[in-house]
């Protein structure tokens, strides 16, 4: 899913939303997206107009978030948490969910760690150090 250009994950995830709404059979990678897009209502009137979803840039210097970054952020979390990797973060992630009351919500705590993690390493032109970023979501506990 990942190695596609904006505009291919963007219809990925369109089609997944699609195939949900229709009760059509979804692959697996299918069913973790629209599970997650399902838990974002205040997407659906994005992704209910296709052609702007795939083609709207999106300016953080102006307020406005990107609902792909963040969805893609839920399922970069949902992966890690699934592989325990970086090892360790499972446990972390538990603790965070008793802590935050659901699991929504404790990913949307880890979010802040994994941008960072990932803003650093791409400034850098380096993979994101694991070890930095698990430091960084244990400070969270």
């Known amino acids: ?22 009760a059509q059979p979804l692959e697996p990678l299918e069913q973790l997206v629209a599970a997650v897009i399902a838990q974002h209502p205040e997407y659906h009137a994005i992704l209910a107009r ?3 979803a795939i ?18 952020m839920h399922i970069t979390l949902h992966e890690q948490i699934t592989t ?8 972390v992630y538990r603790r965070l969910v008793m802590r935050a009351g659901n699991e929504h919500d404790a990913e949307h705590l880890m979010m802040e760690c994994l941008g960072e993690t990932l803003w650093e390493a791409n400034r850098g032109g380096t993979a994101p150090d694991e ?11």
Request: proline fraction near 8%; aromatic fraction near 12%.
């Open 50 to 52: 296709p052609e702007a």
């Open 131 to 141: 070890r930095r970023y698990l430091e960084g979501l244990k400070r969270l506990l």
């Open 1 to 22: 899913m990942y190695g596609r250009n904006r505009n291919e994950l963007r219809q990925f995830y369109l089609d997944a939303w699609r195939k949900h709404r229709d």
């Open 55 to 72: 083609e709207r840039d999106y300016a953080p210097e102006i307020g406005e978030s990107n609902p792909f970054l963040h969805m893609g």
């Open 84 to 91: 325990d990797r970086p090892a360790g973060i499972g446990p």
